[in-house]
């Protein structure tokens, strides 16, 4: 069955680092791959989408990278700060539907 | 311009009861999902509605689970009878064009929903 692994441990880093998410699938191969911002007792907040046949997306300080070989996305946030402490979820569209299919998130905490 | 709004933000009731959830979405916003995440999983799909038609409930657990959106505005998801397994945070989110298909989807606050 389609899974997709985020890591669960949360990742702890000091700021101006750069904050490296990782996002592995496997037994499927997804039009499209999303990362979201999640804040305590909020939704997820869109960031990026990048395509399958795009390697690379990148916005102000996020930068997505996708391997359809590794089956991996990473996504990175360069100069990092506490006000980027969040869960980072990535999501992937289910082929041949429409709907997401959502990791369980990673907690990036950034230490100032 | 508001986003995409969900009440009761909070809900607590006995296992055995109804409860109704309302989501509105972003005005001109002709697709709209529920998604539930069940503690310590990942957010679910629950089902896609195109303006007042269900494109897609393939995510609905059980018959227990009724979603409307009578006039392609607003949708409300009952649970009825609730059971305690219900239990979660139910999102709702809103696209204008099918997410599917790359467009953005913007998610609102959640109902947080505890069967006892």
């Known amino acids: 069955s389609q899974k997709i692994e985020q890591n669960s441990e949360a990742l702890n880093i000091q700021e101006g680092k750069t904050a490296t998410l990782t996002c592995n699938y496997t037994?499927?191969?997804?039009?499209?791959l999303q990362w979201y911002r999640q804040d305590p007792g909020r939704g997820p907040v869109f960031l990026l989408l990048?395509?399958?046949?795009?390697k690379e997306k990148r916005k102000e300080r996020l930068k997505v990278t996708f391997d359809t070989t590794l089956k991996q996305s990473l996504f990175h946030i360069t100069a990092s700060q506490p006000a980027d402490s969040a869960t980072y979820l990535c999501?992937?569209?289910?082929?041949?539907?429409?709907?997401?299919?959502f990791g369980t998130g990673t907690r990036l905490k950034v230490l100032a | 311009e508001a986003g995409v709004t969900q009440f009761p933000s909070h809900s607590v009731i006995e296992k055995g009861q109804t409860v109704t959830l309302r989501c509105d979405p972003i005005s001109g916003h002709d697709n709209l999902y529920w998604y539930r995440r069940v503690m310590g999983k990942e957010i679910k799909f629950l089902l896609h509605?195109?303006?007042?038609?269900?494109?897609?409930e393939s995510g609905m657990p059980n018959n227990r689970f009724l979603a409307e959106r009578t006039g392609g505005t607003y949708s409300t998801l009952k649970v009825q009878p609730a059971e305690l397994e219900d239990s979660g945070v139910y999102f709702c989110?809103?696209?204008?064009?099918?997410?599917?298909?790359?467009?953005?989807?913007?998610f609102g606050p959640g109902t947080r929903l505890l069967v006892l």
């Open positions: 999501a992937l569209l289910s082929s041949g539907t429409y709907k997401y299919i």
């Open positions: 990048i395509r399958e046949n795009e």
């Open positions: 509605f195109v303006k007042e038609s269900k494109q897609d």
């Open positions: 989110a809103s696209s204008q064009d099918i997410a599917g298909l790359g467009e953005t989807q913007y």
């Open positions: 037994n499927y191969s997804p039009a499209y």
